[in-house]
């Protein structure tokens, strides 16, 4: 077994173990996505890493890497797609990036870069969402959750808090946090904390950090999102 | 309360003509004219017609979210926005700004007075001084400006472009910025920046002084009737430095009468409810401030570059202040209360604005690394600076969760809602008064608005207070049901 797989035609190997994404992060391809990241068991939620393999779409953060896998990855059919997808991300949720402090630093609005995506194309809902600024150091606003569970993951797996949860199915879902009064401040949650500092979105931020880095110095302003996830798996496998 | 003009008695018995939109101007209004059958003017009024409403969005917003997001009002003038809720912050942060801080947030502003004061007097004001009030539509314009007078035309163009850099260089983007933040700055000035501007600020200086010229000369061609057009005297309102000096960035409100009395002197302005209250009326969406101590009928003022020269002792900058000096001296100060000075002395603070950035790009204080401070937490802040048009009050509170409960914004074009519609009642009834009216005639009315460079974008906040009237008619157009809400917010049957 050579261990290889073909995407877009490149030849790429691959261990054992690994998923389609760990693989094309390895060799330096990039395929979009959102809920996934690399420190965390894959959740396979946002869709937008899909690609076809075989002729089958599947969410590339989740599919195994099978010796011989045909796949399709940079295609104008996918990227439509993965296009349309985020343009529901943003239409759902309440996301104003000219005012948000998680502009240029935010995943969400550099794929939809990435991705040409040139306006919301759907109606917005403007959904009444809950700002949670309870806590003391740490704001939680659900305008802007994307229901990706990193937090969820980050506070189970790092933190061995447990502090969020989704909860309600559908249009319905969101996010709650573990406390009895429902209010973030009854929570153990600290600004230290890796679910404090995880989200791809401004769902959840530190308190009073806002607009502190200037236009020019901020992750996405001079490189696009592909090129700062690649670099950031490239130094990742050097501390290996 | 009612001023002549403002209210006829018997409207459904006269002829309206509309001027809508009112051109060259920022944000959108209207002015409606009632006529009778001589065309004798009998209501004259400057309505805007778009509406806003940040003051109710931004409440449970985090406090620091603010001067980004209120800078949205406006494309024009944003920075003024920026700085006034940036200020407001500093109170609730606890801060006292360091030298750095103050100087970076100073520049920002001065190049924002240059680019908007450019703009209005270039773009949206030279094809009426120019061409003439009443001269041919088509070529009224800055593109008929550009074909006639092109060294006029770029160094607007170009004086525009300088202070939009300036605001780049500090705030990150030439429009909505974010380099201020509570309690200072996020960037400095970098050598390489401070060379780029040094570079061209002579230039700048120069050909601010040459607009100073062309105003003049426009102005004292024709003294007689610069002076009259709209006129009417006003009290007026401005911060001025603890010296008396002007300062667009910090300092005290003062305001004069009339006759050039004081009413009040270096009022510290976080506590400016006591001297200026606000009042609606049934027409606008935009609210009607007054002085409190003077009343409704009396207490109207102006504000804005002819407020500001007029109420300062001096100017710090030589040049602006040589300006200033032959202003206030032109024709035995016939022109201080003159409706058209207002481009005069726009030019003079253009002026100021330039000789600021000069001195200002010379301070190695710019270079500094000292941004930020903090101090005790505050629930309350006012923040207010002198924009392009005029006073700019914002004030905010906090709750515990750092979540804003209450905004208040007092906008430049707010505080001269009155003065702008006695200027269009007093040129309605000097030049279309018993006329047959002609796109020249109304021109006037709209010349009288603009000399204000107002902004109406900004200036429309009376969300929840708005008199509202609502009437159901049956197919014959008799009332059959009405309601209404009067400017408590309460429904009334």
């Known amino acids: ?240 | 309360m009612t001023f002549a003009l403002e209210t006829a008695e018997h409207p459904e018995k006269l002829k309206r003509v509309v001027i809508e939109p009112v051109s060259r101007v920022e944000g959108h209004g209207k002015v409606t004219l009632l006529l009778d059958e001589n065309n004798r003017v009998h209501q004259a009024r400057f309505h805007i017609v778009e509406f806003r409403g940040f003051e109710k969005f931004i409440q449970g917003r985090p406090y620091w979210e603010v001067p980004v997001m209120v800078q949205r009002l406006c494309g024009i003038c944003p920075v003024s926005h920026h700085l006034a809720a940036s200020k407001a912050l500093d109170m609730i942060v606890g801060a006292t700004l360091t030298p750095t801080a103050e100087k970076l947030r100073r520049l920002m502003h001065y190049g924002q007075i240059l680019q908007s004061h450019a703009l209005h007097f270039f773009h949206l004001a030279s094809p009426d001084l120019l061409f003439g009030f009443g001269s041919d539509v088509a070529t009224r314009n800055i593109v008929g400006v550009a074909a006639a007078f092109p060294e006029i035309a770029k160094k607007g163009v170009l004086l525009r472009k300088y202070g939009q850099e300036i605001i780049r260089m500090t705030a990150g983007k030439r429009v909505h910025g974010t380099g201020a933040i509570p309690g200072g700055v996020n960037k400095n000035l970098s050598l390489a920046e401070r060379d780029t501007l040094l570079a061209d600020i002579e230039q700048m200086i120069a050909w601010s002084r040459d607009a100073v010229e062309l105003i003049k000369k426009v102005y004292s061609d024709r003294p007689d009737f610069h002076n009259g057009f709209g006129y009417y005297r006003s009290s007026f309102m401005s911060l001025v430095r603890g010296d008396g000096a002007l300062d667009l960035y910090h300092g005290g409100l003062r305001a004069r009468d009339e006759h050039g009395q004081t009413i009040f002197d270096h009022v510290d302005y976080s506590h400016y409810w006591d001297y200026i209250h606000e009042e609606v009326r049934p027409w606008s969406y935009m609210k009607f401030p007054f002085i409190r101590s003077r009343g409704r009928e009396e207490g109207w003022y102006r504000v804005g570059p002819l407020a500001r020269v007029n109420n300062c002792d001096f100017i710090p900058t030589p040049l602006a202040e040589a300006e200033r000096i032959a202003f206030k001296e032109f024709g035995g100060g016939s022109a201080t209360q003159a409706t058209l000075a207002y481009h005069w002395t726009r030019m003079i603070e253009m002026l100021h604005a330039a000789e600021s950035i000069r001195e200002l790009l010379h301070d190695g204080d710019l270079q500094g690394d000292d941004l930020v401070s903090k101090g005790e937490r505050q629930l309350r802040g006012v923040g207010v600076i002198e924009a392009p048009r005029g006073t700019l009050i914002h004030h905010y509170r906090i709750d515990e969760n750092e979540q804003i409960v209450r905004a208040n914004l007092i906008v430049s074009t707010t505080h001269n809602n009155h003065a702008m519609n006695e200027a269009v009642r007093q040129v309605a009834l000097q030049y279309l008064d018993g006329k047959v009216l002609t796109e020249g005639l109304l021109n006037h009315i709209e010349v009288a608005i603009r000399a204000f460079d107002p902004c109406l974008s900004c200036a429309t906040h009376a969300l929840g207070k708005m008199p509202l009237e609502v009437e159901l008619l049956d197919a014959e157009g008799a009332v059959i049901d009405q309601i209404a809400k009067n400017t408590s917010g309460q429904f009334c049957i």
Request: hydrophobic share 35%; with cysteine; proline share 5%.
């Open chain 1, 1 to 240: 077994m050579s261990n290889t797989i073909t995407i877009d035609g490149q030849t790429i190997p691959f261990q054992e173990g690994q998923t389609i994404m760990d693989a094309a992060l390895a060799a330096g391809v990039y395929i979009p996505h959102l809920c996934h990241n690399p420190e965390f068991t894959p959740h396979g939620s946002c869709k937008l890493c899909t690609v076809t393999v075989n002729g089958r779409n599947v969410a590339s953060c989740t599919m195994p890497a099978v010796e011989g896998q045909q796949i399709a990855n940079n295609t104008d059919e996918l990227n439509a797609k993965r296009r349309a997808l985020t343009q529901m991300l943003f239409v759902e949720g309440n996301h104003f990036c000219p005012f948000c402090e998680k502009s240029g630093n935010c995943n969400l609005q550099a794929v939809a870069y990435h991705l040409d995506m040139m306006s919301p194309h759907y109606n917005h809902f403007y959904p009444a969402r809950e700002v949670d600024a309870s806590h003391p150091d740490i704001l939680l606003d659900r305008n802007r959750c994307i229901l990706c569970e990193l937090c969820v993951r980050a506070s189970r797996d790092v933190d061995g808090k447990e502090v969020f949860g989704l909860s309600g199915r559908g249009i319905d879902c969101k996010l709650v946090v573990n406390s009895s009064s429902g209010d973030l401040v009854d929570t153990d949650l600290a600004a230290t904390d890796k679910a404090a500092s995880v989200c791809p979105t401004g769902a959840i931020i530190v308190k009073r950090h806002g607009f502190s880095v200037p236009i020019g110095q901020r992750i996405f302003d001079h490189k696009d999102i592909s090129q700062v996830q690649l670099e950031a798996a490239q130094k990742e496998r050097g501390h290996e």
